[in-house]
């Protein structure tokens, strides 16, 4: 049984943390500064880990190779299975002309690419996180923003940062459910002080992704729009959390969004579309004419369409919206209507993972229940996205042949991609298994009343390794719980500050970063994405900070009291 020191090195905590954040100094280094591609720095990282892991914790090094096997596993599927089934969805449409069509009806809405951001990673984006989360927002939105023009960095660059207001509600509110579940405080508490946390990220995310379309010109021309879109999302995210339905609240939230854009739409035209538009087209232009790929990336980025006029009869329309529509009603279904998610719940499988299962206890010294493998075959969202793709086939009229080719091929281009994020949750178990997440976050819950500021961090860098929110929670919920308790703070604000703190990490995940190029068509070049988001990320958590720091103490009004 091997039971992890929390100081291994000297007894200090200090130290221990130093060593352990070894392994995630290693990835953002070689991504962010040597420029590594994805799959050598996770490749590079893991190694790291595994040293770590038996140098400095005495973890045998079989159990530092199967919880290693677990985390490629997990990898793999479930989260490699719905990306690559939500690039094939995506690949059916290109194959099938629809996609072409598709752009057609976004620009009837606007041909503006600043409101288009908001409109497809913001307003649809959330309500694809609110349904599968996962990735599957990332690599949809940034398919459809390269299919109506903007450039793979551009894209890339959108669809990560705008794939973070609805995080700590998405899938259902899954991170939130898991935080209440292992802390035992009531998730429905949890989820209305978040909605009092997120709504202040989501006002302003709109404004932001303006920013990075079109620059200070673009953000003077679409404020009003920006604002209105960002502050309709944010009273809906505070109002469902608090009032009506926790689980719902990014469905709630998105389709207030959505809706308001469509009506300001209706009564206001911003200015300066063309210019952007066209600066738009001269970016593309130069970055078909001198592409920097590397040699052997590839993609789901399509080609620059030409701008041009058709009739749009309903039929198109409906079948260009068939499979994003077909997509939002099966995950509804699946999620939303209590008989069939009990009954799909019932189908996953748990699987105690050969040789490591029984053999690992927590820091507190209990057995530990990381080491069951859930393969939830029918449940997950890859596979609802599978069955989106044969549909959208057969109403497409797409041969068996095309649905296998374009699969196999879909396959080959991700394969970089999935040894990526193989590799990243290689690293993210090791680094859990061992206790050297734990190590670091037990350090930064030692400073006492000022953890309060500093406890978004811990969710922070638990999405950064892991890529998900949930996971953040399920690793540092009970900690934040903890170290609340000892420092006289309110647990329920750390725990939600843990929530909070994840969704602007999720941006610079190694994981969603390779989802984003594999999408754009930028594989290998995670690194440059990398560098375009990390002070992004930085920015909103310093503000996530300062906002649950208030919290505690002049702003604790605003915290809700069981």
């Given at each position: ?49 595994a ?26 599927f ?16 290109v ?14 809405i ?17 309500l ?25 960095m551009?894209?890339?660059?959108v ?43 989501a ?49 709630v ?5 959505l ?6 739409l ?10 952007a ?47 994003y ?14 008989p069939?998610?009990?009954w ?8 105690p ?16 229940t ?13 596979t ?8 959208v ?22 394969r ?34 000022a ?43 750390l ?11 999720k941006?610079?995940?190694?994981q ?10 930028l ?40």
């Amino acid at each position: 049984m091997y039971t992890p020191d929390l100081a291994p090195i000297a007894g200090s905590l200090l130290w221990s943390s130093l060593v352990a954040l070894l392994p995630l100094v290693t990835i953002f280094v070689t991504l962010g500064a040597l420029r590594w591609k994805a799959h050598w720095a996770g490749l590079a990282a893991v190694v790291v880990a595994a040293l770590v892991a038996i140098a400095a914790y005495g973890m045998p090094i079989h159990l530092v190779g199967l919880s290693a096997t677990q985390g490629f596993a997990f990898g793999l599927f479930p989260i490699m299975w719905i990306v690559v089934n939500a690039i094939w969805l995506y690949e059916l449409t290109v194959r099938s002309g629809r996609f072409d069509d598709l752009r057609l009806v976004i620009d009837a809405i606007s041909d503006d690419p600043r409101v288009q951001a908001i409109i497809i990673a913001f307003c649809f984006g959330g309500l694809l996180e609110a349904l599968a989360g996962f990735g599957a927002p990332v690599a949809i939105t940034g398919v459809m923003l390269m299919a109506v023009g903007f450039t793979a960095m551009r894209a890339a660059s959108v669809v990560l940062i705008a794939n973070t207001a609805p995080v700590a509600f998405g899938a259902i509110a899954i991170p939130i459910i898991t935080a209440g579940n292992l802390t035992g405080i009531d998730y429905q508490h949890i989820g209305a002080i978040v909605g009092r946390q997120a709504p202040f990220l989501a006002l302003f995310v709109p404004l932001f992704l303006v920013l990075l379309v079109d620059g200070k010109r673009g953000v003077k021309q679409l404020w009003p729009l920006a604002l209105t879109v960002g502050g309709a999302f944010a009273v809906a995210q505070f109002v469902s959390s608090n009032w009506l339905s926790v689980e719902l609240t990014d469905i709630v939230a998105s389709l207030a969004g959505l809706a308001a854009a469509v009506l300001m739409l209706q009564v206001w035209k911003p200015q300066g579309g063309q210019d952007a538009l066209a600066k738009m087209q001269a970016e593309r232009e130069h970055e078909s004419a001198d592409p920097v790929t590397p040699d052997g990336a590839s993609g789901g980025g399509v080609a620059t369409a030409q701008r041009i006029s058709v009739a749009l009869t309903p039929a198109r329309v409906f079948l260009a919206l068939f499979p994003y529509l077909l997509v939002v009603a099966i995950f509804s279904v699946a999620k939303l209507w209590r008989p069939l998610s009990d009954w799909l719940s019932t189908t996953d499988v748990k699987i105690p993972w050969p040789g490591l299962d029984g053999n690992i206890s927590t820091a507190a010294g209990e057995l530990s229940t990381s080491t069951v493998y859930g393969f939830q075959w029918l449940s997950s969202p890859g596979t609802m996205l599978l069955i989106a793709g044969i549909v959208v086939a057969l109403v497409y009229k797409m041969s068996a042949a095309d649905m296998v080719g374009v699969y196999r091929e879909t396959l080959v281009k991700l394969r970089f991609a999935i040894l990526t994020v193989g590799f990243v949750l290689a690293l993210a178990y090791v680094m859990n298994q061992s206790g050297q997440t734990i190590t670091i976050g037990a350090w930064i819950a030692g400073t006492g009343a000022a953890f309060a500021f500093f406890s978004p961090i811990l969710g922070w860098l638990g999405t950064a390794v892991t890529g998900s929110d949930t996971s953040a929670n399920a690793l540092f919920a009970t900690l934040q719980q903890a170290a609340a308790e000892k420092a006289g703070l309110d647990p329920a604000l750390l725990v939600a500050a843990n929530t909070s703190g994840g969704v602007v990490g999720k941006m610079i995940s190694p994981q969603n970063l390779t989802i984003a190029a594999t999408a754009v068509g930028l594989v290998g070049r995670e690194s440059d994405i990398f560098r375009k988001v990390i002070w992004w990320s930085l920015g909103m958590l310093a503000a996530v900070c300062l906002l649950v720091g208030l919290q505690s103490t002049v702003l604790s009004w605003m915290v809700p009291t069981l």
